[in-house]
């Protein structure tokens, strides 16, 4: 039984008295442990399709199995819930709180999740020490570099120990050395920890670190091949 799988999606959106179909009818099959970087210019569904598999977002028709459960038609309460314990989120722009420590916006998700406060701190901590942040623990993220706030973002996507992490354009914001470093970082959740990731990027050196490569073009997939030369891996 796959861990994600899409069949049949289409999204629509209304625009002014026009309603516009950005997915067409995607299908995807996603195992437990994969990599897999989604491609394509803008406008072409990638986006959509990573808001709907993060329940950030609803199809208008097909059917989203996640883990052999079909969440198509549940509410926000229940989507919520399910983005809570099923799905880690990694975003371009960090996302962090400012006047925060990186120590208490990993905190957050166990937070909203109900888990107690001493708890949530080692928790938290033993994620920012995975991250190799550990002299960072306290600082906030005017205080941190660009690399350094997206360790911290990663932190806080693992923390609830989700088997999924959704990566949207995480490198989009840095320079190529701290991308190369972010990118080793996934490598090694994947491999090690066995989260499955999932990430949109524009860039084909990102994407080549990936296991999996998805091509999106005018709202479908046009493309779905196995990559057999891996950065990041000897």
């Known amino acids: ?37 989604m491609m394509g210019p803008s406008g072409s569904g990638k986006s959509t399709t990573m808001n709907i598999l993060g329940c950030l977002d609803k199809p208008t028709k097909g059917t989203y199995l996640l883990n052999g459960d079909d969440v198509s038609d549940l509410d926000n309460d229940q989507l919520a819930d399910i983005r809570n314990s099923m799905i880690g989120f990694v975003f371009q722009g960090f996302n962090l709180l400012q006047k925060t420590s990186a120590l208490e916006n990993v905190e957050l998700p166990l937070l909203y999740a109900g888990v107690e406060r001493k708890t949530r701190h080692s ?45 949207d354009e995480p490198t989009g914001n840095l320079d190529s050395v701290t991308s190369d470093e972010i990118m080793s970082l996934f490598c090694k959740l994947n491999s090690e920890d066995g989260i499955t990731i999932i990430l949109v990027t524009h860039e084909l050196n990102v994407a ?8 999106f073009k005018d709202g479908i997939i046009t493309d779905d091949k196995i990559n057999n030369d891996r950065r990041g891996v000897v």
């Open 1 to 37: 039984m796959a861990l994600v799988e899409l069949k049949g999606i289409r999204k629509s959106f209304i625009l002014g008295e026009e309603e516009v179909e950005i997915l067409h009818g995607v299908d995807l099959s996603v195992e437990k442990g994969e990599f897999v970087a």
């Open 208 to 215: 080549q670190y990936a296991k999996r490569i998805l091509h």
């Open 123 to 167: 928790r938290a901590k033993e994620s920012l020490i995975e991250m190799g942040l550990s002299d960072r623990i306290y600082h906030e993220p005017s205080q941190l570099s660009g690399g350094q706030q997206q360790r911290v973002a990663i932190s806080r996507g693992i923390v609830n120990r989700a088997p999924i992490l959704l990566a």
